[in-house]
């Protein structure tokens, strides 16, 4: 993208890499565990003509530092909102995807005054409430995060897991650039191992009702990962909270279903926008 722009923020002691693209009202994307920016490759190109589309690998994955863990969704969240800081940008809408959707939903709790509106994709409250993945599913996805891999390995591994049957079997390009994107900017065992705990150990059921931005929870009904109840769990608990279930679409929503994703988030920020830039 011509005009993309990227850089590193230290926050405390760490280099947190980011990237930004486009003009108008700020839109933070937040990846889940283990991904890069690169992940949002279908969601930048079309927000990026209407936002400032601010791009961010967590802690421990992507061109981040990987500092020792284990980690926290909150030590995320707070990343993401000092990056915001350190860039000069009030508050954004928050847009977060499985892992992410976890620090989405702390950056609201803790940091309202930063979330315009907030958009959660294919994640979970996590704790009791949560519904959880088939103990099959969850032991695999427990060896991904956490066993020692090659990348181009791992990255292909993951497929069955991410995407639905018909999606794998319709379009192998775009599987093939899933695997070469997750592949090239791999996050490390130690990484992985590090955002695995604090996906684990996070639990925000309780604190779901203090959420005071807008907002809208997408899944897709063929996520094997994180069960399509999961998105009632949150709309039940977020104050005015609105749900959109994509039929058919697996757990990387944004990726398998861009359009229809991106369709949603743009009209969700429109009815959501500030009159008062965030910049």
Known sequence: MEDMEEGTVLI?????????????????????????????????PELSAHHHLI???NRGSGKSDV????YTIQQMASDAVQTLDALGIGWAHIVGTAMGGMVGQEIAIQ?????????LIATQCGGIHAFGASAENADALEELA???????????????????PSFIENYPDLIDEYIQINALHAPTTDGLRAQWAALMGYDSWERLPYI???SLILQGDHDVLVPVENADVLG???PEARIAIIPGAGHALAFEAAEAVNKLLLDFFVENSDTETGE
């Open 212 to 214: 005071t931005a807008p």
């Open 67 to 70: 500092p020792a863990g284990p």
């Open 111 to 119: 940091y309202p005054d930063k979330a315009l509106s907030l958009s």
């Open 146 to 164: 956490t066993t020692e891999m090659d990348p181009q390995d791992r990255a292909r591994a993951w497929v069955p897991y991410m995407f639905s």
């Open 12 to 44: 405390d002691g760490i280099n947190l890499y980011y990237e930004t693209s486009g003009s108008g009202e700020p839109v933070l994307l937040i990846a889940g565990l283990g991904d890069s920016t690169a992940i949002w490759h279908r969601q930048t």
């Open 55 to 57: 791009r961010l690998d």
């Open 236 to 238: 039940v608990r977020i």
